[in-house]
């Protein structure tokens, strides 16, 4: 079996996850993500079980699935510029609660 309907799928979800990552909705972007793992494990399961003398993808199928791919790393890196950001903030909110905890633990915490 041929993993381009699987690809096809992938594609729509990274589409999905774009716009989830437009709208800061996280929860559903986390969720188009678990499923797009998934369906990965799965197309790289069907490749592990696809049999070496099988016919090979026709030409006009092999451009399609580079196209998908392409078309799947430019939504990853347009995900990646809207949750960077988003990223790096909760990484300075969560670091100064350790950083503030660290110096109760080590000063105590002064009562006024």
């Known amino acids: ?7 096809e799928s992938m594609h729509a979800l990274s589409v999905g996850m774009v716009e989830a990552a437009r709208a800061n909705a996280w929860e559903q972007l986390a969720a188009l ?9 799965e197309a790289m399961r069907l490749d592990a079980q696809q049999d070496p003398a099988a016919a ?32 790096e903030s909760t990484r300075k909110l969560l670091s100064a609660g350790v950083r503030d905890r660290a110096v109760r633990a080590a ?6």
């Open 107 to 112: 000063y105590g915490a002064f009562e006024p």
């Open 33 to 41: 993500e678990e499923e797009m793992a998934r369906l990965r494990r």
């Open 1 to 7: 079996m041929s993993t381009l309907p699987l690809l």
């Open 56 to 87: 090979p993808l026709s030409p006009e199928d092999t451009r399609h699935k580079a196209e998908l791919l392409s078309q799947m790393l430019d939504n990853d890196r347009e995900i990646r510029t809207h949750v960077q950001p988003w990223l």
